[in-house]
């Protein structure tokens, strides 16, 4: 089941921990379904569903607004991580069994997908903010990197590389990337 209520903070909060809960709590899903990698923003939300045992699984988006819910991508093998970024939503997706994990992308204003990045590598964990995508990459040496690519130029280039396999998480918001690496 997916929910969504307004959190405030109130006048002078001083932690993070303070807040108020404004409005009605709104169901927007209410079946029994699974779902899971909830991402929001704005006034749009993006999920991932699984359906027949979690065999072939669904990405939605659904609109807080006009309460309007758009299919996004369907597989037979994996839909992971989808991150939504203003009309755009990026997620790591496994088209067939032998196949490796591409990050994949859809621009909801024209429904156009297309893969991230083409090069046959493992990817997954993408991010997206102000014309620029991160996301992991097992490309170089056989480790875990952190590819980025200019949306705006179509240029895609290794943003992060060490030799260990540890990098969780990319995240890109305000002009900064950040992960965790241990």
């Known amino acids: 089941m997916i929910f969504v209520c307004a959190l405030t903070l109130p006048a002078g909060a001083a932690g993070t921990l303070d807040y108020n809960v404004a409005g009605d709590l709104r169901y927007i899903t209410d079946d029994g379904m699974e779902r899971w990698n909830l991402d929001i923003d704005g006034g749009k939300l993006v999920w991932v569903e699984g359906r027949n045992s979690q065999a072939q ?38 088209e067939g069994y032998n196949l490796p994990s591409q990050v994949m992308g859809y621009f909801m204003i024209t429904r156009q997908k297309g893969t991230i990045d083409p090069y046959p590598s493992n990817q997954g964990s993408p991010d997206y903010a102000g014309g620029h995508a991160v996301w992991l990459d097992s490309r170089y040496g056989g480790f875990i990197n952190i590819m980025m690519k200019d949306t705006k130029t179509g240029k895609s280039y290794l943003f992060h590389q060490s030799g260990t396999n540890d990098k969780l998480s990319p995240t890109i918001s305000g002009g900064y990337v950040y992960w965790v690496e241990k």
């Open 57 to 94: 699984q669904t990405i939605y988006c659904y609109n807080l607004l006009s309460g309007r819910k758009l299919l996004v991508a369907k597989t037979q093998y994996s839909d992971v991580d989808p991150a939504l970024s203003g009309n755009y939503v990026l997620w790591g997706e496994r």
